[in-house]
């Protein structure tokens, strides 16, 4: 079976297209995001692969969810996944959505990970810092950690940098270990 991914891509792909013709990449942005959100919910993805379930039922379900119900492209984009028994993909999709309007904007997201509070100017600091190491515009989220100790963990794409107190004492282990 195909990766989950690799299955979502074009459907992705597909929704940036049309957004990015529309001129309205910020409304699907948040629509597919809100989609992914809803189609992750436990109790909504374990009713999501029932074969009696008919599509135009999935759209009329989703539509009634959203706060404004669904657009006509929206509506059709849902029923497209409904039809092809992809709308359980839309989390993945959600995920490659917001990857492509990065990619497009120049931009990443970056997750600090903190012992501690971060606020005001040391966080902007830190975000600026970072954006000039990565060169390019960063979406920050931060995250209390408490077993961090003290210091930060960053996360930009697949890039860690470590520079918590757990992690320096996580390298000096090892280095009396060696």
Known sequence: MAEISTVARP???????????SGSVPA????????????ADPQVASRLDDPGLQPANLVAFFGSVLPGGLAPEAKNFVLMLAENGRIALLP??????HGLRNAAEGRADLVIESAFA??????AGLVASLEKKFARKLNYSVVIVPELIGGVRVTVGDEVLDASVRGRLAQMATALQS
Do not use: N
């Open 11 to 21: 459907y992705a792909e597909a929704a940036f297209k049309l957004a990015r013709a």
């Open 28 to 39: 699907w942005s948040d629509l597919v995001s809100s989609l992914g959100a809803i189609a």
């Open 92 to 97: 993945e999709i959600a995920a490659q959505f």
């Open 118 to 123: 971060l606020e005001g100017a040391e966080l």
